[in-house]
């Protein structure tokens, strides 16, 4: 991963600045990383990522939805096909070992390859942006890359909303649910509440945020979350290591959060710095 990390880093410190943060190094950071995991060739990787990130929008017709999602799957599928053919040292390869079927092995490469994208890309965007608008966040993120980034998880909650559905009749909160409803359950709302975490508007990056539902809650909480710490705990403190006098090259009001996705993000973050 620190590869994976330093090479981008390298490669944005060869653009013409300003440079965008977004396209340069919080997309293809988690996209190289989980094609690696996953056994994606290099030369499709570029596809992938195109196919990957339009999984969420929502700023399309159905139609265009439902083609993003094939084209996401048929990619799987060849994938899956190849590692039948030639099985190589990754994961997808491993899972053909077992007694899965196609069927299921591509459902698991989709999910894993759609999951763990716009997520990680969105967190480490957003990461930055609050590095760069909170003095000395970057020291503290530096001496305690643990604590800063569950602060982060939980202050951006990227994922809006997770869904369950009630197996019995149950009462929660004086609300009846009956079985086989469904309940929205709104992360970003329950990681500021003020009963869990005081003042939760205020970033505070010791604070202790364990607890935090910006990963879900329960056995079907993000697989991948483990996966995505570590990814942010390489990639953010690298970024302000390798450039100290790094800083936004507009005004901060000017960066808006994307309005057309479901993760929520920004869809560019333009920096600039001194050598
Ligand atoms: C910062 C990055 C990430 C965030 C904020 C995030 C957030 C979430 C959330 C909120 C859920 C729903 C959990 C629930 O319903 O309780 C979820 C599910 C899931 N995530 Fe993530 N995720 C991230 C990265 C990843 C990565 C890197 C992977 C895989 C490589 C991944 C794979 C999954 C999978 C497979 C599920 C479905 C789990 C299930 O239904 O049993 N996620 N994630």
Redesign the pocket.
């Known amino acids: 991963m620190r590869e994976i990390v330093d090479e981008h880093l390298d490669a944005v410190a060869g653009e013409s600045r300003p440079v965008d943060l977004v396209r340069t190094w919080a997309q293809p950071v988690?996209a190289q990383v989980?094609c690696e995991?996953l056994g994606v060739p290099y030369a499709n990787r570029a596809r992938f990522q195109g196919h990957a990130l339009d999984l969420f929008r929502l700023d399309r017709t159905p139609e265009q939805a439902a083609a993003a999602y094939s084209a996401v799957h048929e990619f799987v599928r060849d994938l899956v096909a190849a590692k039948r053919v030639a099985p190589a040292d990754d994961l997808l390869s491993g899972l053909t070992a077992s007694d899965l079927t196609d069927e299921e092995l591509v459902n698991i490469g989709f999910?894993?390859l759609g999951?763990?994208?716009d997520?990680?890309a969105?967190?480490l965007a957003l990461g930055a942006f609050t590095l760069l608008t909170h003095p000395g966040a970057a020291d503290v993120l530096r001496a305690e890359p643990g604590w800063a980034i569950e602060e982060l998880?939980r202050y951006h909650?990227?994922?809006p909303f997770?869904?369950?559905a009630a197996l019995a009749d149950v009462e929660l909160d004086g609300e009846r649910i009956a079985a086989g409803e469904c309940v929205t359950v709104c992360?970003p709302e329950a990681n500021r509440d003020p009963a869990r975490f005081p003042d939760p508007d205020v970033l505070d990056l010791l604070r202790p945020s364990a607890g935090h539902?910006?990963?879900?809650?329960?056995?079907?909480?993000?697989?991948?979350?483990q996966?995505?710490r570590v990814?942010?705990q390489v990639a953010l403190p690298a970024l302000v290591t390798r450039f100290p006098s790094l800083r936004l090259a507009v005004p901060a009001a000017d960066v808006t959060m994307r309005a057309g996705s479901l993760v929520r993000g920004v869809d560019e973050l333009l920096v600039t710095w001194e050598d």
């Open positions: 988690p989980i995991l999910v894993l999951a763990g994208l997520t990680t969105n967190m998880l909650s990227v994922i997770t869904v369950r992360l539902v910006a990963f879900g809650h329960g056995v079907h909480q993000c697989l991948g979350q996966l995505a990814e942010l």
